[in-house]
């Protein structure tokens, strides 16, 4: 080895040792000049700006040296982004405020040829989206929290923007709300229906989004708290000739006015399977597919049983859900109030309804569970053991009934302390669950559910 111009013979491990030591200092070289050349570039920037700093590492070598290592490191080291998206389309994720139609329409207008361009594209996708329901879910609780309160103290106001159907809504930050709400439009006074039609309103678009015949949807996603559904979509830029294609006036009179939307619509229609519209009393639009009832009634083999036990469960969790959320919007009602701590106490007790602890569980199982099922699903979704006793049936099998608590707690946003999550995963849980019993101070938060939009098939 030639070190310092002299021979020197060193054995393989010292000289591997030596090779380590020089490759640490001449990383922690390059490192440092490469703090050093950002902090040189910094400084340009703010003397172009009219502020006067001075450089200590350029000050003594002058401008001149400090260009010729911009240079050199610009020759070493190349744009990492043309590295990795040569050649590809790009979309600037800048911060335009508000307009998130825009940033929206302009990710999914991006090319999809290559594998690394699909790539791009669900990135860009996911920021977009990501950034628009996380906004959303933060406005929106407000938004609910504040519901009751006199309007002059609400932080986010209501507006008035037309429409029957849209329930109550908000505008705020680039982003319209619509509160579902029974009392207004075509849902005779139910809150149920009103949040049934804002789901089917989401699961809508994003069929048609993934129908690709170029009509543009914008991002939604739906938002449940404390008993209230709320649809949140980016704000549209309409205005009074806006409407192509619709009614704007409960269906009295239907505009088309657009032969290109007229034919992306019906290339939609054909893709989803729907039939045109034949008169002023009929749907736009009926599924082409057989009606599908529930199970019969499990019988013979385990496997026949396990399916019903499945649906069993399923409707009944649907249900209970759909009791939880109307308790909660007429207790908000009756005591004009979003008190965190009372809505802690109310789903503490609902949940002691349910594992059979209250008092009146027996009742409520009968009149608000069996009853709710079968108004909701039919008198199919239940045999007839279950509609005689279907608290019976449950407490039967505590598998169930666990099942039953674990995925109500999921599906309604009710998160526990970690020591009740403990008791519910232990091997135990399923002899203590009937007749379990909740504590106020066992619910550590209650956050918002929400859902989605379906952005890829």
Known sequence: MNLDGKEVNVDHAAAVALQRAWRKRSAYVFVKDLKQEKLCRDMRKEMRAGLHVDCEACSSAGKKSADIKSRNQKKAWKDTDELLF?????????D????????????????NKTKMDINYKRRSLDAVYSDFVHTAVTYGRTIISEYFLHEYMKSVKPKRLGGLAGGK????????????????????GSDEAAAKA??????????????GVGLCIPPMCLLDYKGFRMLAQAHLPLGETSLKMGTNDGGRTVLNDCPILDKRTAMAAKALGLRAHIGPRDWVGVQEEEKRGGPDT?????????????FQVEVVV??????????????MKSEQSSSERGMHLLVTQFLNLVTGHHERSHLFWRENVTTGVCQRFGTVALTESER???????SDRPEILLTIVKELVKVTGVRFKESVNQKLRSRKAKSVVVGFEFHLGDIRDIEA???PMAIYQ
């Open 86 to 94: 040569k050649g590809m389309a790009r979309v600037q994720m800048s």
């Open 96 to 111: 335009r405020g508000d307009n998130w139609n825009d940033r929206w329409q302009e990710a999914l207008s991006l090319p």
């Open 169 to 188: 809504k908000y505008l705020w930050r680039g982003i319209l709300f619509k509160l579902a709400d029974g009392s207004q439009g075509p849902y005779g």
């Open 198 to 211: 804002a789901g089917h309103e989401l699961r809508g678009a994003s069929e048609y989004l993934h129908t």
């Open 298 to 310: 499990p019988r013979g083999g385990g496997r026949g049983r396990a399916r019903g036990h499945r």
């Open 318 to 331: 649907r249900t209970l859900k759909l009791v939880l959320r109307e308790f909660q919007r007429r207790w």
């Open 388 to 394: 005689a006793g279907l608290w019976t049936v449950c």
């Open 449 to 451: 559910v929400v859902t």
